[in-house]
């Protein structure tokens, strides 16, 4: 054999390989092809009965707060008729109740001290009184 049969021999395997490489190459490419194919119809099978519970859930969430908006707006009249009646209840009864709560409280008071002497009250020399307390109820808080 001669040096140009066993350079045509070794183009013509060296090709032969590179065919047979490619042609798998693209048969691996086919496959895949095929299961991403397969995958994305599963997906979709999948994808649109779940959009359309999606879809009624929406739907259904937006009732329900439209529902809710007017429960809320008719608590807020009820607050404030309640709150007007409250104020209404209050200007009416209030003064006169305070009136008959004070005047009770004086007879109460004057029938009590009727027949009691007045108390004594007496000085001790050299004793001092304990100060006032500054800041009333509001200072009453523990200082952390």
Same mark, same amino acid.
């Given at each position: ?20 490489? *490619? %042609?798998? @190459?693209?048969?691996?490419? $086919?496959?895949?092809?095929?299961? /991403?194919?397969?995958?994305? +119809?599963?997906? &979709? ?19 329900? *707060? %439209?529902? @809710?908006?007017?429960?809320? $707006?008719?608590?807020?009249?009820? /607050?404030?008729?309640?709150? +007007?009646?409250? &104020? ?33 009250? /007496? ?22």
């Amino acid at each position: 054999m001669s040096g140009g049969e066993v350079a045509g021999i070794l183009v013509a395997v060296f090709w032969a390989i590179l065919v047979s490489f *490619l %042609a798998l @190459v693209l048969v691996r490419l $086919a496959q895949t092809l095929k299961a /991403t194919t397969k995958m994305v +119809a599963e997906v &979709s099978d999948q994808a649109v009965p779940l959009l359309a519970d999606a879809s009624a859930t929406v739907r259904s969430a937006h009732t329900q *707060l %439209a529902r @809710v908006d007017a429960i809320a $707006a008719d608590v807020q009249e009820v /607050t404030a008729n309640a709150s +007007a009646l409250s &104020s209404t209840v209050s200007s009416a009864f209030g003064g006169p109740l305070v009136k008959v709560a004070a005047f009770g409280y004086g007879v109460r008071r004057a029938i009590g001290k009727k027949g009691e002497p007045e108390p004594k009250r /007496t000085v001790v020399v050299g004793r001092t009184l304990p100060g006032a307390r500054r800041g009333g109820r509001r200072n009453r808080r523990s200082k952390d």
